[in-house]
């Protein structure tokens, strides 16, 4: 933008933004990772960093057979779960992390997964991210996952600066009314892996063209 924008001039764009997803995409809440339990989310959303959701679902769809309780994995032989997880990166971390975390949800949380950001964030292999798919995704708590696709295209959208997901996931915070809060990740996701790609952004196709001001003519 040639100049900064005005408090009320950006909540007039953040609102139309939200307009413009909302008609394309919908409003239903979806999770791109397979899952039937709160706890094989946690599990999939565990294996999901640093790789794509479609390899995830490939490998779960075996792994929720083999191990199809949670008892399954905490008592997991963890050679034999790399093994199992062997073709998603960080497999050897992932599986001890996988294993602590079953068990602590087990012998701790009676096999519920927690709900507050204090609790989940304290399992092995779940950061802020992980929680708050938890909580957005099964418990409807509002909140903000900021991963790659949020990152870069909230700050494209001049909604965000920072370069932490953190701060970013404040600033959203900020800018961005609680109703929507699940509904970012869930639009933005879609929107970064179809129009606004990193390496070759489709601007000429975005419905939000007329939003943002790192378009490119």
Known sequence: ?????TKEERDRRVKRILELLDQEYGTEYRCYLNHETPWQLLIAVILSAQCTDARVNIVTADLFKKYDTLEKFAAADLK????DI?????????AKNI?????TLVEKY?????RTLEELT????VGRKTANVIRGNIYHEPSIVVDTHVKRISRKLGLAES?????????????LPKDHWILWNIHII?????ICTARNPKCGECFLRECCPDRRN
């Open 122 to 125: 304290a399992l092995a292999g």
């Open 99 to 103: 294993i602590s975390c079953c068990k």
């Open 86 to 94: 062997r073709s998603i990166g960080f497999y050897h971390m992932k």
């Open 190 to 194: 879609t929107l970064g892996r179809t």
């Open 1 to 5: 933008m040639d100049k900064k924008e």
């Open 163 to 175: 370069e932490e997901p953190e701060k970013i996931e404040q600033e959203l915070m900020e800018v």
């Open 80 to 83: 034999e779960l790399e093994n």
């Open 110 to 114: 009676g096999g519920q997964v927690p």
